[in-house]
């Protein structure tokens, strides 16, 4: 199930009354008399879509009205539309490669690109009235080639795509659109359906701004990882350097054995403690080391029964593991038996395309779809295979729960 949504959408109207005259007459006399400056400093309108971190499935359209603080940190508010009504949704905050370059790795995982928003036409800066077409579109050209090196950090604490009539939640971070297929996942009609309504109401084409766009150079980027790489390259280039003959292999062969563990830590197994109550009496509240396969990542081959650990929905950067209690289409019991505080609730919910419902194995000790709803496959990352220590606790841990057969 896709969601996006753009600032002609129909959302939930905000609640309460309308404004009186009264309050009218009050505000007009405080814009009069106040002083505005951080708000006067505002100088871009930037309009985009806001892909959310923790479900690339879901997107909003994002108007940006940006202050440069330096020539490296820009200041954005977001709103979902440049109206006078508009809801504030969050703030990104933009640096530059060179300032991104300074940041610690686990920071820089919080940060996303805007190259592919820049060259696909995606982002854009509304033309002002009054001001030629063919004189703005050369100025927004510019402005894009210095847009599309630079990082944005954005958080969202309203989320007006699922109607929520005041921001609830915490806050969500977002992300940028990177290629066309992450596109698809949040739109079935890719760049073409997701850009109709609002280049029709900008009076844009992003099509003809993606073309005069094509000269924009590719961006260099930068990561924890990438910047890993790049130093153990230098390292072994400073080995052969040295030594051509016997360091140089020596080095060849560390070098290769360090980017294949690399590998198989990344992208097949990776091991976790257990933390917490609400997997008892499968595994213990701590102590206990748990092998995770990665291959089962995004959901794969995961089948009703399986323990996943997966990104939460709620908390940044925070993993935990439940048992796969629904699969997508099945039909789940909202409150099973023994637990406590999700509502005391007994109906029967569908699991939605693209979800799973997971609970712990510690009923009333554990927070989990039964509090915040069926989770996105795509938050998984692992699936608990194995428990490897203590010594004395070493075993496979195996599915044996099955789905209810239905006559």
Same mark, same amino acid.
């Given at each position: 199930?896709?969601?996006?949504?753009?600032?002609?959408?129909?959302?939930?109207?905000?609640?309460?009354?309308?404004?009186?005259?009264?309050?009218?007459?009050?505000?007009?006399?405080?814009?009069?008399?106040?002083?505005?400056?951080?708000?006067?400093?505002?100088?871009?309108?930037?309009?985009?879509?806001?892909?959310?971190?923790?479900?690339?499935?879901?997107?909003?359209?994002?108007?940006?009205?940006?202050?440069?603080?330096?020539?490296?940190?820009?200041?954005?508010? *977001?709103?979902?539309?440049?109206?006078?009504?508009?809801? #504030?949704?969050?703030?990104e905050y933009m640096v530059s490669p060179r300032i991104f370059a300074t940041l610690p790795p686990a920071e820089r995982r919080l940060w996303h690109t805007h190259e592919f928003e820049v060259k696909s036409g995606l982002l854009i800066m509304p033309t002002p009235k009054a001001v030629p077409t063919a004189a703005w579109e050369a100025a927004e050209t510019a402005e894009m080639q210095d847009i599309a090196p630079i990082y944005g950090k954005t958080y969202h604490m309203w989320q007006v795509d699922r109607g929520d009539p005041v921001p609830m939640g915490p806050p969500q971070l977002?992300?940028?659109?990177?290629?066309?297929?992450?596109?698809?996942?949040?739109?079935?009609?890719?760049?073409?359906?997701?850009?109709?309504?609002?280049?029709?109401?900008?009076?844009?084409?992003?099509?003809?701004?993606?073309?005069?766009?094509?000269? *924009?150079?590719?961006?260099?980027?930068?990561?924890?990882?990438?910047?890993?790489?790049?130093?153990?390259?230098?390292?072994?280039?400073?080995?052969?350097?040295?030594?051509?003959?016997?360091?140089?292999?020596?080095?060849?062969?560390?070098?290769?054995?360090?980017?294949?563990?690399?590998?198989?830590?990344?992208?097949?197994?990776? *091991?976790?403690?257990?933390?917490?109550?609400?997997?008892?009496?499968?595994?213990?509240?701590?102590?206990?080391?748990?092998? *995770?396969?990665?291959?089962?990542?995004?959901?794969?081959?995961?089948?009703?029964?399986?323990?996943?650990?997966?990104?939460?929905?709620?908390?940044?950067?925070?993993?935990?593991?439940?048992?796969?209690?629904?699969?997508?289409?099945?039909?789940?019991?909202?409150?099973?038996?023994?637990?406590?505080?999700?509502?005391?609730?007994? /109906?029967?919910?569908?699991?939605?395309?693209?979800?799973?419902?997971?609970?712990?194995?510690? #009923?009333?000790?554990?927070? /989990?779809?039964?509090?915040?709803?069926?989770?996105?496959?795509?938050?998984?990352?692992?699936?608990?295979?194995?428990?490897?220590?203590?010594?004395?606790?070493?075993?496979?841990?195996?599915?044996?729960?099955?789905?209810?057969?239905?006559?």
């Amino acid at each position: 199930m896709t969601s996006c949504v753009s600032s002609d959408s129909e959302l939930s109207g905000v609640p309460g009354d309308a404004r009186s005259t009264k309050s009218r007459v009050l505000e007009t006399g405080a814009a009069m008399t106040q002083d505005f400056t951080p708000i006067k400093q505002i100088c871009a309108h930037l309009n985009a879509f806001h892909v959310y971190a923790n479900d690339p499935t879901r997107c909003v359209e994002a108007n940006h009205y940006c202050t440069h603080l330096t020539e490296d940190v820009r200041q954005c508010l *977001i709103y979902d539309s440049p109206g006078p009504n508009a809801r #504030l949704l969050g703030v990104e905050y933009m640096v530059s490669p060179r300032i991104f370059a300074t940041l610690p790795p686990a920071e820089r995982r919080l940060w996303h690109t805007h190259e592919f928003e820049v060259k696909s036409g995606l982002l854009i800066m509304p033309t002002p009235k009054a001001v030629p077409t063919a004189a703005w579109e050369a100025a927004e050209t510019a402005e894009m080639q210095d847009i599309a090196p630079i990082y944005g950090k954005t958080y969202h604490m309203w989320q007006v795509d699922r109607g929520d009539p005041v921001p609830m939640g915490p806050p969500q971070l977002m992300g940028s659109f990177t290629s066309p297929e992450s596109v698809k996942a949040a739109h079935p009609g890719g760049l073409d359906g997701l850009l109709q309504g609002r280049d029709e109401r900008f009076g844009v084409n992003y099509r003809e701004k993606a073309k005069k766009r094509e000269n *924009i150079e590719a961006v260099e980027k930068h990561s924890g990882h990438a910047l890993a790489v790049q130093h153990m390259e230098r390292l072994l280039r400073s080995a052969l350097r040295v030594s051509p003959g016997a360091v140089g292999r020596l080095a060849l062969n560390g070098a290769g054995v360090f980017c294949a563990c690399t590998l198989v830590w990344e992208h097949l197994i990776t *091991i976790q403690s257990s933390e917490g109550p609400s997997m008892y009496p499968t595994f213990n509240p701590r102590g206990d080391w748990l092998l *995770i396969s990665r291959r089962h990542a995004n959901g794969k081959d995961i089948q009703v029964g399986d323990i996943v650990r997966f990104n939460h929905p709620n908390f940044l950067g925070m993993h935990s593991a439940k048992r796969v209690l629904g699969m997508p289409g099945d039909f789940v019991c909202r409150d099973p038996p023994y637990s406590t505080g999700a509502g005391k609730q007994s /109906d029967m919910i569908q699991v939605p395309e693209g979800h799973v419902f997971l609970v712990g194995d510690n #009923l009333p000790w554990s927070r /989990d779809s039964r509090n915040f709803g069926p989770v996105p496959l795509g938050l998984i990352n692992g699936k608990i295979v194995a428990r490897v220590w203590p010594p004395s606790k070493m075993e496979w841990v195996r599915n044996t729960m099955q789905p209810a057969q239905l006559d």
